[in-house]
């Protein structure tokens, strides 16, 4: 079956502008996350999400940063007034149910670079 | 604090020859611990999860290894190939998420 789909694949925006990333989950998977690579780092959890349960928020930077899933499927990230650190790779991963006994299938990235 | 750490080094090693990635960690205590390989441009791809009451897991070439102890997880490579060449990552739950560590990239030259 189709694996996690995210888009677009790269965003290149100015500074001072807000971007969406969408993130597509495996179907029948209650559970998702939002990550940030930074080139030659490791995976920054931001948000978690859990079937319809207050989502799990507290890697999100700063205010500038939220997300929403519908339907419990697809889910946006939006960055607000992005900023040049905003730079990175998105990635988003789901899995069957939440909590760490279950493996996590990620998406391609978006790429997202601010100038 | 709270902190993960894998060899930021690269791995270099030589084909056949069996890799061995490390993980620590610090002021956790996780339930389970889970390893990851990321290829450049990808997403990371689910390899293998080990419980705390686990000491070993196997999957064909590959064993990983939890000493809750040490505070440490192994990763082995036995008989290595250059196709293995890519970023291993570690993450371990906190709270029901997965914390990663910022990986470890192996090279396997013929």
């Known amino acids: 079956g189709a694996g996690v789909s995210q888009s677009p694949s790269n965003k290149v925006t100015e500074k001072g502008k807000d971007v969406e990333l969408r993130c597509d989950p495996i179907s029948g998977h209650t559970a998702l996350y939002w990550y940030r690579q930074s080139l030659g780092q490791g995976l920054e959890f931001l948000i978690y999400f859990q079937g319809n349960s207050a989502p799990d928020k507290s890697g999100l930077p700063s205010d500038r940063f939220s997300a929403e899933r519908t339907g419990g499927s697809v889910s946006t990230l939006t960055i607000q007034r992005t900023q040049q650190e905003d730079s990175a790779v998105y990635l988003c991963?789901?899995?069957?149910?939440?909590?760490?006994?279950?493996?996590?299938?990620f998406g391609p990235g978006t790429r997202l670079t601010v100038t | 604090s709270q902190k993960i750490e894998q060899n930021s080094e690269a791995l270099n090693i030589q084909e056949g020859k069996t890799a061995t990635l490390t993980c620590n960690y610090t002021n956790y205590s996780p339930a389970y611990l889970q390893w990851y390989r990321q290829d450049p441009g990808r997403g990371p791809v689910f390899l293998l999860l080990i419980r705390e009451n686990e000491k070993e897991k196997r999957k064909e070439r590959l064993k990983v290894t939890f000493d809750t102890t040490l505070k440490q997880s192994l990763f082995h490579i036995t008989a290595s190939q250059p196709a293995d060449s890519a970023t291993y990552l570690c993450a371990l739950d906190d709270t029901d998420k997965l914390i990663f560590g910022t990986g470890t990239r192996l090279q396997v030259f013929p």
């Open positions: 991963a789901s899995s069957l149910q939440g909590g760490s006994p279950y493996e996590q299938y």
